[in-house]
């Protein structure tokens, strides 16, 4: 069964760095890409980063172009992801999912609010 919890969330401050993890479990981690997506409030769950096996960011839409790194260690099953110059359109539920460009399977996610 795959797993995958999320943490790291809270209140932060604007223009400050967001930084998330994701445990994985029940399935071949370090053979995944895997994503991160979000859900804003009033809006649908939406795609915002691809994590290749090897930790890298393979795309992202252009609603955080610039701003998303990602990251991963296989031999732990994190996934880890940095969104930069936040503002209060990122505010929203944070969610990693199993494979690439992908939103499902995904946690129960972890909630960030920006604000000042």
């Known amino acids: 069964e795959v797993q995958l919890v999320e943490s790291g969330g809270g209140l932060v401050q604007p223009g400050t760095t967001l930084r998330l993890s994701c445990a994985a479990s029940?399935?071949?981690?370090?053979?995944?890409?895997m994503s991160w997506a979000r859900q804003r409030p009033g809006k649908s769950v939406e795609w915002i980063a691809t994590?290749?096996?090897?930790?890298?960011?393979?795309s992202y839409p252009n609603s955080v172009k610039g701003r998303i790194t990602g990251s991963r260690d296989n031999t732990k099953n994190m996934l880890y992801m940095e969104l930069e110059n936040l503002a209060a359109e990122d505010t929203a539920m944070y969610y990693c999912?199993?494979?690439?460009?992908?939103?499902?399977?995904r946690g129960q996610g972890t909630q960030v609010t920006v604000s000042s």
């Open positions: 999912a199993r494979g690439p460009n992908s939103v499902s399977p």
């Open positions: 994590i290749n096996s090897a930790g890298r960011v393979s």
């Open positions: 029940g399935f071949d981690f370090g053979r995944s890409a």
